[in-house]
């Protein structure tokens, strides 16, 4: 084998693809309003995933006053 020119010799194609990383969504926390307890809603689903209570659709996490 000779030494050639060429620039890409021993690399593959898909390391020349520079990749951007996926889109990240922002978690949605909410306290429920029966046990108290925090959660992340995944999948717009707004159900206490500790006692099973319905959560509600506006935020109510804020800091301890």
Same mark, same amino acid.
């Given at each position: ?16 693809? @520079? ?36 959560? @509600? ?9």
């Amino acid at each position: 084998m000779s030494g050639g020119a060429d620039a890409t010799y021993g690399s593959s194609p898909l390391t020349a693809v @520079p990749r951007e990383p996926p889109p990240r969504q922002r978690p949605v926390f909410r306290r429920c309003p029966d046990c108290q307890e925090h959660n992340i809603v995944r999948e717009d689903d707004f159900v206490c995933v500790f006692c099973g209570s319905d959560l @509600p659709a506006a935020w109510n996490v804020d800091p301890a006053v």
